[in-house]
C-alpha cells in the first residue's frame, strides 16, 4: 500500500506541470491587448496600455513567459493574483482554510444522508421512503443553487433572522482579529476552540449552516441515485439471497453484505464530489457572500489574472490526485479483493 | 411620569438601530489600492477621501465652490494667494493638523506629497492629473521607459516651502488646478512613508521608486492620513474594509466609531442585509429601483446627477482595416465600410437623427435620465440647457444619409458593427432602438450590435478596430478642461480611441484652459459646444440619474457629485444613525 500511495505522490508534480502547460497553451490564443485587461481596470488608463504591456512581458512569446514562470515557482514564488491582490501563495492561504471548512460542513451529511437514503430507498423501493428519495434527488439535481441558496437565505434569514450571510458576524470579526485570538489552523471552528473562544465557535457554526445546507441538499443527489441503484443490483445477487436463506437478520443482509459491494461507485464519485467542494462553490460561497477559494479562482479567470489562474489550477489538481490516491485506498479499504490485486 | 416615557420611548427608537456605532456599505468592489499615488479607482479613492485630506475640498453639492481643508485658505486673486500671472499659487498650511501617528502635518509634508504624487508616475495611474499642470509634461519617462532629464530639478523648483507655506508654480495658467487638488495629491507623511520602506524625498531615490511593481509600494494597504478615519484593517480575504474613528481630526472625533466597507457581489444578499439592518448603504444599480422602493425602514434618495458626460455615440475616424470584421469588406459596397466611413459629416448626422433620445430616456432610463445639450456634466462652467441638442428626425436622417459619400451610400448601403463592453443592458436597448432605426430607412443599411468582454473591448479599441461605439466619460474633476478635453482634444482619451483631430477643437480647448477668467472661460466653452454641435464629431444622448439606498437612520448625507463613488460612497464624517 505505501508503495502504491508513494508512486501516486510521485506522479503528482508531472501531473502539475502538465496541467500549466496546458493552460499557457490555451493562453496562446489571447493578444496581450487582452491579457492586459487584468491590469487596466479603467478606461482612462488607455493610454498607457503599451507601456503596462511591455512592464508585465505580456508580449514576450508564452514559451518564455512559461519559463519564467515555473523558474520562480522552482523557487517557491508563485507570482502575484491581481484579483486576490496578493501573492498567489497567501492568496491560497487565505482563501482554502474557509473552504475547507464549508467542505467539511457538508461533506460528512452529503455521504451520511445520501447513503443512507439510498440504502433505504433501494430497500423499500416503490414506497414512500423511494418516492420521497426519488422526489429529493430530482429537486436538488435540477434546482440551480443560487434558487435554493436565496430561498433559503430569504426565509432563515430575511424572515426568521437567524442565520446571517458572510463567515461571521461584525462582533466575531473584531474579535477574531483582535490580539486575543490566535490563529493556529486557519480553520475557525478548529481556532475557537483552541482559543477557547465559544461564541467564535457557535457563530461561525451558524453561518455554515445554510451554505452547507445548500450544498447538502444540491451535492446529495447524485450520491443518493447511485448509491440506491448499485443497493438494487447487489439486493438481486446469489449470495444475498444465501445469506438471508441462511437466516442473517436483514439488517445484516443489507449493512454487511450488500451495501459494502454497493460502496465501490459511491467512494468513487465521493471523491470527485469532495474534490469538487474543495475546489470551490463558486454560486454558494456568492449568494452567502462566503470568502472562499471558488470565487478567487472564478475572478482570477474571468479577468486572465494568470499567476491567480495558475495557482488555483494547481491546486485543484493537487487536490484531485491526492482525492483520487485517497479514494483507491477506501477502496481497498471496503473490498479486500483490490488491496491483494 | 412624562420623563420616563419620553425616556421609554427613546430608548425604544434608539433601540431600533442596529449597530448604532458602526456604519456599513455594502458594495461591488474592492479597493485596488490605499496608495494616494497609486489609486485611480473610485473604491479605493472612496477609501482615500476618509483617511487622507486634500488641500482642499468641494462645498457639498457643488462644483464650483471650494473650501479649505489641509491648507488654511482658498488661493484666490482677490486674497493675494494667486499670482497675478496666475501661475503661482500660494497654499498657507493649517496648524494644528496631526497625522494618524500623532505627528503634526507640516509644509514640508506638503510639499513631498504633491512631488511624491507626480514622480511615483505608474503605468495608468492618475500622476499626469499634476504632471501636466505643474511641468507641463504627461509623463516623468521618455518613449523609451527613462525618465526625462531635468526633471527632478524642475519639479523641486515648482513645488517649494516657504515658512509654513507651500508655493507651487505651474508652466502656464491652469485654470482647473485647484479643483484638481481638491480631489488628488492628499497629503502623507513624508517621515512614516520613508520609514515603512517607501521614498525619502531624496532626488538621488525618486527614480527607484517610480512605476513600482504593485506588490513593491508599501502604502497599498497601510495608511498614515490625517483623516477622520484611520484605517483598522484591510482584509483580502473576507473582502472588508474597517476603518475606525480618529479622535485627534483637527474638526473633531466624527459620530461614528467604526465604518465597515464590504464587497458582497450578489445584489439579492446585500438587499437583504439592508432589510436586516446589517447593511446601512447599499450600491444597487438603476434598474433595481424598484425591489427596492418597498423595503421597509429603508430610503431612496433619488435624482442625483454624477460628475460624468451624457451617454455619447462615438465614431472611429481611421478604421485599421487589417482583419478587421467590424467593417465587412472595408469598401462602400453595401457588404461593409470603408476606413474613413465617418469623415463624411452627413453619416455623423444621419446617426444623429436616427437616435430616438426621448423614448431612450422614458422607456429604458425610465424616466431618470434628460436630453444632452453638449458634452458636460451639468453643473459645470459652460454648460447650459439652452445649448442646442440633436433630434430624432427620421426624414432629416434619411436626408443625410443620401447625401453622404455623393448619394453612394443610399445606393450601396453599408455594414457594421458597433460595439460596447458587456453588462449593460441599457446600452444594449439603445444600440437596438439604433439598430432599427436605421436599418428601417434603407434595407440595404446593416448595423450589427455586438457585446464583448472588457478584455476583448480594450484590444479592440487599442487597435482603432471598432467603427462606433458608445462610451461616457467618468469626471476626474468637476471641471469642463477634463471633460473638453478628454472628449474632443486631439490628445485626449477618446481621441486616442476614436483618432479624431481636429486644429479649431484643440486651440480652443487649449485656449479655454489657460483662461482664468470666468466669464469669459465660460464663452469659449459655449463656443466649442456649438463648435461641436455643427460638426457632430460624436453625439451626445443622454445624462442619466442616480438613486441612493440607505437605511432611514443614517443620517446626515450631503449628495456630492464629486466625491468619490458618489452617490453610494459617503463622507463619513458628516454621518451618524439615529432612529
Sequence with gaps: ??????????????????????????????????????????????????????????????????????????????????????????????????????????????LFIGVWLGTKSAVHKDKFVDHFSRFVAITGYSLPSFVLGLLLLMIFYGKMKMFAPGRYSLDVDLLVHSDEFRHVTGLLLV??????????????????????ATLVYISMALLLRIT?????????????RTAR????????????????????????????????????????ETVFDYPGIGRWGVNAAQQLDIPGVLGSALLSSLLFVVANMLADVAYALVDPRIRVQ | MRALLLLCALSLAGAQVKNPDTFTYLTIGDPDSLDPAWSYDSTSHHIIANVYEFLLAYKPGSLKELEPRIAAKVPARANGLISADGRSYTFPIRKGVKFHDGKDLTADDVRYSLLRFMLYDRDGGPSPLLL????????TRDAQGKPLDGLYAKAEKAVRVEGDKVVVTLTRPFAPFLGILASYGAIVSKDWVAANGGWDGTEAAWVKHSNPRKQDSPLHERENGSGPYALERLDRRSKETILARFDGYWRGPAPLKRVVIKLVDEFATRKLMLQAGDADVIYAPQMMYGQLSEVPGVELIDGLENLESPTTLFFTYKINPVGNPNIGSGRLDGEGIPPDFFDDRDVRLGFASSIDYDAYIRDVMRGKGHRAHGYLAKGLVGYDEKNPSYAFDLKKAEEHFKKAWGGKLWEKGFTCTLMFNDNQPNILTLTNMIKKNIESLNPKFKLDI??????????????????????????????????????????GYFAGKSSFANKDFDALIDQAVGELDGAKREKLYRKLDRLAFDFA???????????????????????????????????????????
Design chain 2, 537 to 579: 464629431p460624436s453625439i451626445p444622448i443622454a445624462g442619466g440619474f442616480r438613486f441612493r439606498t440607505q437605511r432611514k437612520w443614517v443620517k446626515g448625507f450631503k449628495f456630492s457629485p464629486v466625491f468619490p463613488d458618489s452617490p453610494y460612497g459617503s463622507y463619513f464624517f458628516d454621518l451618524k444613525k439615529q432612529g
Design chain 2, 132 to 139: 501636466e499642470p505643474v511641468l507641463g509634461v504627461l509623463s
Design chain 1, 191 to 212: 481556532d475557537s476552540v483552541l482559543n477557547w473562544k465559544w461564541s467564535v465557535f457557535w457563530d461561525v457554526a451558524k453561518h455554515l449552516v445554510l451554505p452547507s
Design chain 1, 1 to 110: 500500500m505505501l508503495r502504491f500511495v508513494g508512486k501516486r505522490l510521485a506522479l503528482l508534480p508531472l501531473v502539475m506541470l502538465g496541467v500549466t502547460v496546458l493552460l499557457f497553451a490555451l493562453l496562446q490564443f489571447l493578444t496581450p491587448e487582452m491579457r492586459a485587461a487584468l491590469y487596466v481596470k479603467d478606461p482612462r488608463q488607455l493610454a498607457a496600455l503599451e507601456a503596462i504591456i511591455q512592464k508585465h512581458h505580456l508580449r514576450d512569446p508564452l514559451p518564455i513567459q512559461y519559463w519564467s514562470w515555473l523558474k520562480q515557482v522552482l523557487v517557491g514564488d508563485l507570482g502575484y493574483s491581481e484579483t486576490a491582490k496578493m501573492p498567489v501563495a497567501d492568496a491560497i492561504r487565505a482563501f482554502f482554510p474557509a473552504t475547507l471548512e464549508l467542505t467539511f460542513a457538508a461533506f460528512f451529511p452529503i
Design chain 1, 245 to 284: 436463506a441462511k437466516g442473517l437478520s436483514e439488517r445484516a443482509v443489507i449493512n454487511k453484505h450488500a451495501r459494502a459491494n454497493a460502496l465501490i461507485p459511491v467512494v468513487t464519485l465521493s471523491s470527485l464530489l469532495f474534490v469538487g467542494l474543495l475546489g470551490g462553490v463558486v454560486i454558494t
Design chain 1, 228 to 240: 440506491r441503484s448499485s443497493m438494487l443490483e447487489e439486493l438481486g445477487k446469489d449470495y444475498v
Design chain 2, 450 to 491: 455586438r457585446t464583448v468582454q472588457w478584455s476583448t473591448y480594450l484590444e479592440q479599441t487599442q487597435g482603432h478596430k471598432i467603427p462606433v461605439f458608445i462610451g461616457m466619460w467618468m469626471g476626474d474633476y468637476p471641471d469642463a478642461h477634463n471633460f473638453a478635453f478628454n472628449l474632443l482634444h486631439s490628445q
